[in-house]
């Protein structure tokens, strides 16, 4: 599976963007796709999480109510709604996947990662 991120950019607190990641290479629809995100001096860490089981999705508290994950099998993408955007979202945003049973909580057991999109948002 090869995964390309697309949509960051600059915006002001307050804004909406959102960032999409497009897949290839495999059957999509049996595949845990997720966000995570890299601030700089930070670790990286889980945004948020959409198993292919199911309807359920999980975010990480700094974004729930903001952000929301979707896909779209019928295009091989999903994508992340980022609304009213706050500076301390700023991070590269990288999109995800995993064809394993293993959890989805876990960021190293998903196999296939985006190049990553950049995301700055001014105050």
């Known amino acids: 599976v090869q995964l390309q991120a697309y949509g960051g950019g600059m915006v002001q607190a307050g804004g909406s963007l959102r960032l999409s990641c497009d897949a290839s290479?495999?059957?999509?629809?049996?595949?845990?796709v997720a966000w995570f995100r890299q601030a700089p001096g930070s670790e990286r860490e889980s945004v948020a999480i959409?198993?292919?089981?199911?309807?359920?999705?999980y975010y990480a508290d700094s974004v729930r109510g903001r952000f929301i994950i979707s896909r779209d099998n019928a295009k091989d993408t999903w994508y992340l709604q980022m609304n009213n955007l706050k500076p301390e979202d700023t991070a590269v945003y990288y999109c995800a996947a995993k064809t394993n049973s293993a959890s989805v909580y876990m960021m190293s057991n998903y196999d296939y990662w985006g190049q990553g999109t950049l995301v700055t948002v001014s105050s």
């Open positions: 959409m198993p292919w089981r199911g309807d359920r999705r």
């Open positions: 290479g495999r059957t999509f629809r049996a595949i845990d």
